[in-house]
């Protein structure tokens, strides 16, 4: 008969828990943490490509930012951060990686219900990079629906802090499917678009590039994109956009840590502008790739273990 081990139900990876390093296969968490039985965390997820963080900093600055607005702030220095973040990364083998650091509110030794009572706890791990849209896809480009499911409202969870609240997003994903789309942008209560799971929406209108200003978490790849556009002087309006609007765009696009720049060609099966890869589109997507090389947006993997 065939033996499996933990090790074959896994990605390749690596993961810091209880302050060390183990394999990802072996990392555990106690079922009576808050994280787990709340979703009480919070979490960022940070790219290495060809052995290079990308805008590493930022992401920290967002971590740090998160966990304090949930009174559970990371105990842990950025210069260690960045040691534990690389260390997962370079003792994984990965060259590519999506590397992932999260805060819980921990437990409590009594099983208190007062959040106060427990141990804040502290996790990372690397694992392969993955994509929203695969590099072989990207001149076909995605085709999203526009969900029925709202986004959570930003005075019930405050999607600036990047959280784990996604039965919204996730249902939003099977609506999609449901209708024969690959993925689904959401809305907030007057059907403006906000976000998908795990990225932010771009729509390009008269040369214009606009994206939500609130209601949506304030990615770093749309961070980028804004400064990239500087760049280009494309303008860039920060503003709610109706579902109309969107229809109308020439050109619409996602952004995520998590593939970075991918074109949405067809919204509910029909084509936003020519239905393909546009130019303003492909020449961000461009400059975001170079940037992963540029001193300024990027630090290798063995100059943070140096
Ligand atoms: N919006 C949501 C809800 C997300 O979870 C994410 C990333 O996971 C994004 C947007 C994109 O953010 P970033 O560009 O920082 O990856």
Redesign the pocket.
């Given at each position: 008969c065939e033996i499996f081990y933990m090790k074959d139900f896994f990605p390749k990876g690596v993961a810091w828990v209880n302050s060390e390093f183990v394999d990802i296969s072996e990392a555990h968490i106690p079922i009576l943490d808050w994280g787990f039985l709340r979703s009480d965390a919070t979490y960022d997820?940070v790219h290495v490509w060809k052995g290079r963080f990308f805008l590493l900093d930022k992401h920290i600055d967002r971590f740090f930012m998160s966990s304090k607005k949930l009174k559970m702030p990371c105990e842990i220095s950025r210069h260690k951060l960045k040691k534990i973040l690389a260390g997962c990364v370079k003792q994984s083998g990965l060259e590519n990686a999506y590397v992932e650091m999260i805060q819980t509110r921990g437990m409590s030794p009594t099983f208190d219900r007062d959040p106060r009572k427990s141990n804040p706890r502290f996790i990372a791990f690397a694992v392969p990079f993955g994509w929203i849209l695969k590099p072989e896809d990207i001149e076909i480009g995605l085709d999203a629906a526009v969900t029925k499911i709202k986004r959570i409202p930003p005075n019930s969870v405050d999607?600036t802090i990047?959280n784990y609240h996604w039965l919204d997003?996730v249902s939003g994903m099977f609506e999609a499917y449901d209708r024969g789309h690959q993925t689904g942008i959401l809305v907030d209560e007057k059907n403006n678009i906000l976000?998908g799971p795990?990225?932010?929406i771009f729509s390009l209108n008269k040369n214009v590039l606009m994206t939500p200003k609130k209601g949506?978490?304030q990615?770093?790849?749309?961070g980028a994109v804004i400064d990239i556009a500087k760049e280009l002087r494309l303008p860039v309006k920060l503003e709610s956009i109706s579902i109309k609007k969107l229809m109308s765009s020439s050109e619409i696009f996602a952004?995520?840590?998590?593939g970075g720049i991918m074109p949405i060609t067809k919204i509910d099966g029909k084509k936003i502008g020519l239905g393909n890869f546009g130019e303003t589109t492909r020449k961000l997507y461009k400059i975001y790739w170079e940037k992963h090389f540029d001193l300024d947006w990027s630090l290798s993997v063995e100059e943070i273990l140096k």
């Open positions: 997820v999607p990047k997003l976000e795990g990225f932010n949506v978490l990615g770093i790849t749309r952004t995520s840590t998590a």
